[in-house]
């Protein structure tokens, strides 16, 4: 309770240094939220136009290369991947490309 009574006495003496470490705390909150808002969409969320996001899969070309060991990259000919996907019942291209 004496703790409380300190601060509350300090913020009555100096008001503008609370409003101040309000402000910060609020944009942090908010820069913080919409940053999660960003990640979330572009990141976490399924593309749009997909009927069905839990049947989406990624395919990878791995491959065993001398003295490096095994490599994965999700570098696949389109073409080829799909000329070879007997299973499925469509193919879609999605690529993500982040701006340099």
């Known amino acids: 309770m004496q703790d ?3 601060a509350l006495r300090g913020i009555r003496r100096q008001p503008w240094f609370a409003a101040a470490v309000a402000l910060t705390f609020g944009l942090g909150i908010g820069a913080n939220a919409a940053m999660f808002g960003v990640v979330d969409r572009l990141f976490l969320r399924p593309p749009s136009g997909i009927g069905q996001p839990e049947r989406v899969v ?3 070309k791995r491959q065993t290369i001398q003295g490096f060991g095994v490599q994965t990259s999700p570098t696949l000919s389109y073409a080829s991947s799909k000329a070879k996907a007997l ?4 193919t879609r291209l999605y690529r993500f490309n982040l701006p340099r």
């Open 58 to 60: 990624r395919l990878y």
């Open 87 to 90: 299973t499925t019942r469509s």
């Open 4 to 6: 409380l009574r300190y």
